[in-house]
């Protein structure tokens, strides 16, 4: 039987590439029935803000599989992330992209580079939640959950053992970032227990960057928050040898997304030059994913092959390495003439059949104890001294409640801050239990009283305890 996938031909390239994918993919016996939806450009001009039509949702929710190629965002506000949009509606928590190096056929420091970087999907900083609170201030919002964390997790030890990996190294932030990247942390030592098959360990993430780009073939799998993943991901297809070989899947329990890491390239579109290896590797994950594996081997196979013969597109092609120069047509058609051939030089793939991944979501852990322990309230004041502010604050007289401690841009400056520091025009005060429990009658007595005091409040921000241990941090120089 036929699979029916949703299909996307995109803008610029997007529309050549897709045209050879497909034609290499019917070529090798792939069983695939096709839904063709409108996405991008074509659309955002139609008005729709996320560059999707409403009826195309139903085509992916029936399906449950999309094949995009890439699309152009119009410039200048107002425009979301299509892609963006696409993983957090239908909830694509997993976002996988093997990376590995072709040499001697494809320039790259790294020959034996041979990596899966698999990086959370919907949380961190791509929430989007973003304000901006004075005229010198913006924020957006870090947001790292236990269910996030665990599902990403256990994903990519899943991931290592159906596909015969050794290791799963996790990158944080959690020296500085120690509630949101040590959740993550502490969610990926907990669930390495359960694979004592399988070699683990954690690196900060600046430094295990700087070891992944010097040292690639030190790690296996590794899994990270989603924005280390998505710069890093980039920086490790980079040094292969090429961005633009590179594919992605972005995994859901509903429906899975299929994709080149790379842009439209819309300078280049409609000319026969595009590579059209990145999307071409976005299918075969999703052969695997849809469980044609037989076809996922022929078309990778004869890929290798046909690298390794020299037929090259203008983008990786070298003098002295490469044999001959070829358009995105023809390089389909050299790839569909290699189906059944394997790589002399380079490793055949074989990717496993009938494996499965255990990714069920497990119970959540007892709730903690959650209890009031103050407030924080963030005001906008240009002109602002810190001891004339506390001064002002602490002249409040809401019972039960004190003036612990006023910070900018999270650096602690009074009481006792250094004249040194820089302030900008936004601040945090907070407000701590004076021996009673702090409950929301205190919170709204505070903002009545910093209102009628003349303060801006622009944000309060709950502080609370889990099972008597704190839930927020410190200020720094606290």
Wanted: glycine fraction near 8%.
């Amino acid at each position: 039987m036929k699979t029916p996938i949703t299909v996307a031909y995109g803008d610029g390239i997007g529309p050549e590439i897709m045209t050879a994918t497909l034609r290499i993919l019917d070529a090798s016996g792939g069983q695939l029935e096709l839904e063709r939806i409108e996405i991008g450009e074509s659309v955002y001009k139609k008005g729709l803000s996320n560059g999707i039509e409403p009826s195309s949702w139903d085509s992916l929710r029936r399906t449950k599989v999309f094949l995009k190629a890439p699309i152009t965002t119009p410039q200048g506000g107002g425009f979301k992330s299509l892609n963006v949009t696409v993983r957090k509606t239908l909830a694509m928590y997993a976002n996988v992209r093997p990376c590995a190096s072709l040499y001697p056929y494809v320039a790259t420091k790294h020959p034996r580079m041979d990596l899966v970087i698999v990086r959370e999907n919907e949380e961190d900083v791509y929430g989007g939640i973003e304000h901006r609170q004075t005229n010198q201030v913006a924020q957006c919002l870090k947001l790292i959950s236990r269910p996030g964390s665990e599902r990403i997790v256990r994903y990519a030890f899943e991931y290592a053992r159906a596909n015969k990996r050794k290791k799963v190294t996790c990158f944080t932030k959690d020296n500085i970032m120690k509630l949101t990247d040590g959740l993550f942390h502490r969610t990926f030592d907990e669930i390495a227990t359960e694979y004592p098959d399988i070699e683990h360990e954690h690196w900060i993430v600046d430094i295990g960057a700087a070891k992944m780009a010097d040292t690639p073939e030190a790690f296996d799998v590794l899994v990270m928050p989603n924005l280390y993943g998505d710069v890093l991901s980039d920086v490790a297809a980079q040094i292969t040898g090429s961005v633009g070989l590179a594919g992605s899947a972005n995994i859901g329990d509903h429906c899975s997304m299929f994709e080149a890491i790379h842009g439209s390239a819309p300078r280049r579109a409609g000319q026969n030059l595009a590579n059209p290896s990145g999307l071409l590797h976005g299918a075969i994950l999703m052969l695997v994913h849809i469980g044609q594996s037989d076809a996922a081997e022929r078309v990778h196979n004869a890929w290798l092959r046909t690298i390794e013969d020299g037929v090259h597109t203008y983008d990786i092609y070298k003098e002295g390495t490469s044999s001959e120069k070829v358009g995105t047509s023809e390089f389909a058609d050299a790839v569909i003439a290699r189906l059944g051939k394997k790589p002399e030089h380079l490793k055949p793939v074989e990717y496993a059949k009938g494996v499965h991944m255990d990714l069920a979501i497990r119970p959540a852990p007892a709730a903690a104890t959650k209890a009031r322990a103050g407030v924080d309230l963030f005001i906008d004041r240009p002109d602002g001294n810190p001891d004339v502010i506390a001064s002002e604050m602490q002249r409040f007289g809401v019972e039960g409640t004190r003036l612990t401690t006023i910070s900018n841009r999270g650096t602690k400056v009074w009481p006792n801050g250094n004249p040194d520091t820089y302030w900008s025009d936004h601040w945090s005060c907070r407000f701590e239990s004076d021996g009673v429990p702090f409950t929301a009658d205190r919170v709204v007595a505070l903002l009545d009283a910093a209102n009628r005091a003349g303060f801006d409040v622009i944000k309060t921000e709950g502080l609370y305890t889990f099972d008597s241990e704190r839930g927020y941090s410190l200020a720094q120089g606290e």
